[in-house]
């Protein structure tokens, strides 16, 4: 990994870096938004079935 770093860090064409940098946020935020979905939607189906139990 330190190595990947190294030659990402080294590299002397920006662009590269800036693509990297993109695709990360693209995939943080599509990771943030499906767990704040499932999170949601789970938190909704508990509530039903402690609801149903009792």
Request: hydrophobic letters at 50%; zero cysteines; glycine letters at 8%.
């Amino acid at each position: 990994m330190r190595n990947f770093l190294n030659r990402v860090w080294n590299d002397e064409q920006g662009q590269d870096i800036a693509e990297y940098a993109v695709m990360l946020a693209v995939i943080l935020v599509i990771v943030i938004g499906t767990v704040r979905l499932i999170g949601t939607s789970a938190n909704t189906v508990f509530s039903q079935v402690g609801s149903a139990i009792q």
